[in-house]
């Protein structure tokens, strides 16, 4: 395969959708022969996991992003979130990233409002009680790159999907 290690990288907030659509999307996906990279929330969050994400998501073809009701309260997500967006860009057309909207509307991705608009006030609470003016100014950036990112993914053609009650 060359320095394409993974087919998928698949970015998702575990709390809401590893145990369901993720956990199912994935096998799937591993059935049908595609190599996916699954970030599972419950490893150890060090300093040598971001570099790994780095590369696992820059020597994969592709990119889904499953945008769920929490995946904007996760500062882990969203930087994951502009790090795959920026292997897009650097890539052209080289990396496809594919939304799925699981029970969100892209337009509360786009706008942040509903679940997004709440995560998002906490982000700015944290931000403003934030007392060292440095890192301060490092979060007001990074909560605009985070907005900004969003805006980016919910215009990119994507799935909607609605979460139907499966009997469990």
């Known amino acids: 395969m060359g320095s394409m290690t993974y087919h998928v990288f698949l970015s998702f907030r575990g709390e809401d959708t590893r145990k369901t659509f993720t956990g199912h999307l994935y096998t799937a996906l591993s059935g049908a022969g595609f190599h996916t990279f699954r970030d599972d929330d419950g490893i150890e969050r060090g300093k040598n996991v971001k570099s790994e994400l780095d590369k696992a998501i820059k020597e994969a073809r592709s990119s889904i992003v499953v945008l769920s009701k ?99």
């Open 70 to 168: 929490d995946y904007s309260s996760s500062g882990w997500c969203l930087d994951e979130l502009m790090m795959i967006l920026e292997r897009k860009r650097s890539s052209g057309a080289g990396h496809v990233v594919l939304p799925v909207f699981y029970d969100v509307d892209p337009s509360q991705v786009r706008k942040q409002t509903g679940s997004f608009g709440d995560a998002f006030c906490r982000h700015e609470e944290r931000l403003n009680a934030e007392t060292n003016e440095s890192k301060k100014e490092y979060l007001r950036k990074k909560v605009q790159l985070w907005r900004g990112a969003l805006r980016e993914v919910a215009d990119l053609a994507g799935m909607v999907l609605k979460n139907q009650a499966d009997g469990e």
